[in-house]
């Protein structure tokens, strides 16, 4: 092959080649429940198959999009595996995936309404169904697509700062939960608060924020001529479900003028199921919220979303005018997304959210988590009834933690987590599930975030089948 210096392909080969990569997204859809969710290598062994200097030479255009399905596409995890259980799993869907693919293959800037206004307004658009959905007010509401929570929970941080304490942020003191998000302790970092402007308030029993110790907290650090500016409180912690008692919070943060976000990046999506909606009671009274279309409603990565309570406060914060951008500034409703958050260039992720909710409509997006939070619920009842398991923390938004712990067995607490270890070992050893453990109250539990429609109540009994003899191995051993 020649040089190309454009960069180009024909149009016979463009076509070839696109619809090798659509056959291939289409049978990992298809197929991907028959193949193991876990992939594991070395960086030996990933050296051996991709070490190479950029090659000066091109390369047949067919062989490179072989060898990266063949190779590339098969060592990853399938997060969309219906046995994919741990972390928060990405159940994406076909459609989404094919808009990104769209939004790529266009490659639309989505930072300003003068480069595109059809994907500003689509922004506009699903940022408002949104709001709608999480009873923020229609009107006077804002909001922004990001990468994803870690961003959301960054673009909230630094806004409830700029608005609650303009430049002088030296006294500012921010409160979370031992058990919030660790992206809300990087953002944390990455604005540059001292140790003494960070307060992690102890969680109590079911690991909801202890609301006397955020308040004694508050009361002790303006004797300390601190400015409590900011609560960021969590409706669906990762590590067990759990909403923070977020009516409770909002009345404390009123009373205090404190800035209220909450991070309900993964749980946030249970609002549209009726018991979700019960749970989540008072995540309409934030100033700000995080929610992830890439986690529970069921977007292709990357896409997260932070809603406001009032649009202004992102204007207000994120607004630069460099002369550059002068002749692309539009008017107040025709919003250009780069003035309401941390990117200029951005991909157009309202497209995906935008076309998967007009084909399958929002009732699908309801019955689907519905299902995934009943499935949950049907886990547990299986856990309770069987001998040999514990339930550490009940089926909530979908997550529920659980132990092996036989009736009648002599085990102390260090062989428990010993044991508990060792099965999510062996089960992701074996790849035929992704599921690992986490730490509660210091003890190792299995945990799975049951968030993906696709899996079934079979799934689950397999795999809990599957750690029954490896623990029924272990203690032979
Ligand atoms: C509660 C919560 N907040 C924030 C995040 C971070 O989101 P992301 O991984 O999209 O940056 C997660 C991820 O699991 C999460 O569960």
Redesign the pocket.
């Known amino acids: 092959m020649n040089s190309n210096a454009k960069l180009e392909l024909t149009k016979e080969e463009m076509t070839a080649y696109g619809y090798k990569v659509v056959d291939a997204i289409v049978e990992h859809f298809d197929t991907q429940h028959t193949k193991k969710p876990v992939a594991f290598a070395s960086r030996e062994e990933m050296d051996s198959l991709f070490l190479e200097q950029a090659p000066e030479q091109p390369s047949d255009a067919k062989q490179v999009l072989d060898f990266v399905l063949q190779e590339v596409m098969s060592k990853s995890a399938i997060v969309s595996h219906p046995k994919s259980y741990s972390?928060?799993p990405g159940p994406s869907n076909y459609v989404s995936a094919m808009a990104d693919t769209l939004a790529t293959g266009f490659n639309i800037f989505s930072g300003g309404w003068a480069a595109s206004p059809a994907a500003a307004e689509l922004e506009i658009i699903t940022i408002g169904w949104l709001l709608k959905i999480f009873g923020f007010p229609k009107k006077k509401g804002g909001g922004i697509f990001t990468?994803?929570?870690?961003?959301a929970?960054l673009t909230a941080i630094v806004t409830a700062r700029r608005i609650k304490c303009g430049d002088d942020f030296s006294k500012a003191v921010i409160y979370l939960s031992d058990q919030a998000?660790s992206?809300?302790i990087k953002a944390i970092r990455v604005l540059g608060f001292r140790k003494e402007q960070i307060q992690i308030i102890p969680t109590d029993g079911d690991f909801k924020v202890s609301l006397n110790k955020l308040k004694n907290c508050i009361a002790k650090d303006r004797l300390r001529g601190m400015q409590p500016f900011c609560y960021v409180a969590?409706a669906?912690?990762?590590n067990t479900g759990t909403v923070d008692p977020l009516t409770e919070i909002s009345k404390i943060c009123k009373q205090e003028d404190i800035w209220f976000h909450i991070?309900?990046?993964?749980?946030g999506a249970a609002i549209l199921a009726k018991n979700g909606k019960q749970l989540l009671k008072g995540i309409d009274k934030a100033d700000s919220l995080?929610v992830?279309p890439?986690?529970w409603f069921y977007q292709p990565y990357?896409m997260?979303c932070l809603l406001v309570r009032d649009h202004k406060w992102l204007k207000n914060t994120f607004t630069e005018k460099p002369e550059y951008l002068r002749d692309v500034e539009g008017n107040e409703s025709e919003i250009n997304f780069y003035d309401h958050g941390i990117q200029l260039t951005r991909r157009f992720r309202a497209l995906k959210f935008y076309m998967s909710v007009k084909t399958f409509g929002l009732s699908a997006f309801r019955k689907a988590i519905t299902y995934n939070i009943q499935l949950a619920e049907k886990v547990e009842t299986i856990l309770r009834k069987s001998k040999k398991w514990e339930i550490i923390s009940p089926a909530t938004l979908a997550v529920i933690n659980f132990r092996y712990n036989p009736i009648g067995n002599t085990w102390n607490e260090l062989q428990l987590d010993a044991m508990n270890q060792y099965i999510s070992s062996q089960v992701i050893n074996s790849r035929e599930a992704l599921l690992v453990t986490t730490l509660l109250n210091g003890h190792v539990v299995l945990r799975m975030c049951l968030i993906n429609p696709r899996t079934t109540l079979d799934d689950v009994k397999e795999t809990l089948a599957l750690c029954e003899e490896f623990a029924t191995q272990k203690a032979a051993l």
């Open positions: 972390f928060v990468s994803g929570g870690s961003m929970n998000h992206s809300n969590t669906g912690t990762t991070d309900a990046a993964y749980g995080t992830d890439h986690k990357e997260g």
